[in-house]
T-cell receptor, first 114, second 118 residues
């Protein structure tokens, strides 16, 4: 079984400040890792993913994440946030073993203030 | 850019009634999924569908649920007799291929259908 923990339910931050949204996972097998964003009244949009290769992954809208296997983490970062980044962010995993279902974390609400 | 669409955006139903939630996946995609999110809780996997059959399902997906691809474009989720606890946002997703780790692995989500059971 696998699980995802997003420790911060809400992260308030001022515009142009850096932000890090934390994600830790547990799994008995190797995993693929994803970050999705959900803007108000919209579906889930893929921000970035880690499948293999470089552990630093760059995504859309200036976001990046680093896969750390020893710490079982996949934290999302952005050096300078905008008001438009206000949204719910979900970390998700799927396993190598053919099971395609995504297991999601509980989400982190990023609130960017002017 | 191609996208997954879902109808209706909102549905209100009485307990015990049947509902059908509809999804149009991205046209060249082969794998289809349903997830749900009860208010304030995690997004949870329900079922995946490939080649006209269920490939995987969760413990949530009991006999009250069924999925179907009635034609070449729609993918539906039916709840036979709704319960209060079925109230949730239901998301449809699709992916281009089922090869785990392949570039087609990414699941693309629709905007969701908010179901309210009274």
């Amino acid at each position: 079984a696998q699980s995802v923990t997003q420790l911060d339910s809400q992260v308030p931050v001022f515009e142009e400040a850096p932000v890090e949204l934390r994600c830790n996972y547990s799994s008995s097998v190797s995993v693929y890792l994803f970050w999705y964003v959900q803007y108000p009244n919209q579906g889930l949009q893929l921000l970035l993913k880690y499948l293999s290769g470089s552990t630093l992954v760059k995504g859309i809208n200036g976001f990046e994440a680093e896969f750390n296997k020893s710490q079982t983490s996949f934290h999302l970062r952005k050096p300078s946030v905008h008001i438009s980044d206000t949204a719910e962010y979900f970390c998700a995993v799927s396993s190598f073993m053919g099971r395609r279902a995504l297991t999601f974390g509980s989400g982190t609400r990023l609130q960017v203030q002017p | 850019e191609p996208e997954v669409t879902q109808t209706p955006s909102h549905q209100v139903t009485q307990m015990g009634q049947e509902v059908i939630l509809r999804c149009v996946p991205i046209s060249n995609h082969l794998y289809f999924y349903w997830y749900r999110q009860i208010l304030g809780q995690k997004v949870e996997f329900l079922v995946s569908f490939y080649n006209n059959e269920i490939s995987e399902k969760s413990e949530i997906f009991d006999d009250q649920f069924s999925v179907e691809r009635p034609d070449g474009s729609n993918f539906t989720l039916k709840i036979r007799s709704t319960k209060l606890e079925d109230s949730a946002m239901y998301f449809c997703a699709s992916s281009a291929q089922g090869v785990v780790g392949g570039v087609g692995e990414t699941q693309y989500f629709g905007p969701g259908t908010r179901l309210l059971v009274l």
